[in-house]
């Protein structure tokens, strides 16, 4: 099955630095990557998609890179603000199997004003 | 609030006694997601539903697990003889169900503790 591993497991940035979560995936079959963002307490929220058709995808301060080839993808915040601290979750599936996503192990980022 | 919702939020439990958590996904969502979150870990796919039929059950499902989504509609995912290695978030997503352009919506889960 597969198996999706994702670094850092934390991340401390000044604020209005840039942070970026690298994530590699073993199944060269999956075709769709979405990265959620999970506060304490509160449900994993979807904060932006890839699919395997397109490299980058840029959502205001938000960017997602994939690399086919080397099965990896990354997550860039850029001008990071005291609320984008989080936990940040990427996932891969096959989207025509179901989708069943598969996690990272998560990110958890801190900004400090 | 017409996303993703799930009840009760918390159950605290004593070590096998039976308990069964609900969830309403987004309405007009045909596809119905359960997942297991443990502390400091990422989610982990436990069962689906398109419709009513439930297509696949991931290993982590013991036979004490038992899910169901009669009319389509709501989910209940009922655990036996809880253990204390059950305890855990319980999330549920739902999505719309097509094979292409699909986003999956969570809603806040149930935190299960068994004492």
């Known amino acids: 099955g597969e198996n999706v591993e994702q670094h850092p497991s934390t991340l401390s940035v000044q604020e209005g630095d840039s942070a970026v979560i690298k994530c590699t995936y073993s199944?060269?079959?999956?075709?769709?990557f979405p990265w959620y963002k999970q506060e304490l307490g509160k449900r994993p929220q979807l904060i932006i998609d890839?699919?395997?058709?397109?490299g980058e995808k840029k959502d205001q301060r938000i960017a997602v890179t994939l690399n086919k080839t080397a099965k990896h993808f990354s997550l860039h915040i850029t001008e990071t603000q005291p609320e984008d601290s989080a936990v940040y979750f990427c996932a891969a599936s096959i989207q025509a199997a179901g989708n069943k996503l598969t996690f990272g192990g998560g990110t958890r980022v801190l900004v400090k004003p | 609030d017409t996303g993703v919702s799930q009840d009760p939020r918390h159950k605290i439990t004593k070590r096998g006694q039976n308990v069964t958590f609900r969830c309403d996904p987004i309405?007009?969502?045909?596809?119905l997601y359960w997942y297991r979150q443990t502390l400091g870990q990422g989610p982990e796919f436990l069962t689906y539903?398109?419709?009513?039929?439930?297509?696949?059950k991931s290993r982590l499902l013991s036979d004490r697990f038992s899910a169901e989504r009669p009319k389509g509609s709501f989910s209940t995912l009922e655990i036996q003889r809880t253990e204390q290695g059950d305890s855990a978030m319980y999330l549920c997503a739902s999505s719309l169900g097509l094979a292409t352009n699909e986003k999956l919506f969570f809603g806040s889960g149930t935190q299960l503790s068994v004492l």
């Open positions: 890839i699919r395997s058709n397109v």
């Open positions: 539903f398109q419709n009513e039929a439930q297509l696949e």
């Open positions: 309405s007009e969502h045909n596809r």
């Open positions: 199944d060269s079959a999956s075709n769709y």
